[in-house]
């Protein structure tokens, strides 16, 4: 792979727009929390190139992305979506709990003053 076609790694993540900005890329690229390739990098200079795989924390979630190109530019979201393809396996479904604590609705207020539980 020639080295025109590689790119720093904190430029890639902010022109594929998983941080806002390149500094915001460049931090988390410094905090070693980011993997290339199942290797762990420290440096926003790292240079990566299509086919590298990037696994790294975005908010709650793990993201796994493998590189399909550089690209010249910070566009809008579909052309930044075609610089990648999403790996990153679907989340567990959570089996819908009941909810605890919390306001109740309008009617289980109404419900609650007609059996006099509220004090009105």
């Not at 440096?43 to 993201?63: N, W, Y």
């Not at 605890?100 to 509220?118: T, V």
């Amino acid at each position: 792979m020639s080295e025109q076609s590689k790119l720093r790694l904190d430029k890639w993540l902010w022109q594929a727009r998983f941080f806002k900005t390149r500094s915001l890329a460049a931090r988390i690229v410094s905090g070693g929390q980011v993997r290339v390739n199942a290797a762990r990098v420290a440096k926003p200079a790292a240079l990566v190139g299509p086919g590298d795989t990037l696994t790294f924390a975005q908010g709650q979630a793990i993201r796994v992305v493998r590189i399909l190109a550089t690209g010249t530019r910070r566009g809008p979201a579909p052309e930044a979506a075609a610089l990648y393809e999403d790996l990153t396996p679907p989340p567990a479904s959570e089996p819908d709990a009941p909810r605890e604590g919390g306001r109740p609705s309008g009617k289980a207020r109404r419900d609650m003053a007609k059996a006099g539980l509220l004090r009105r």
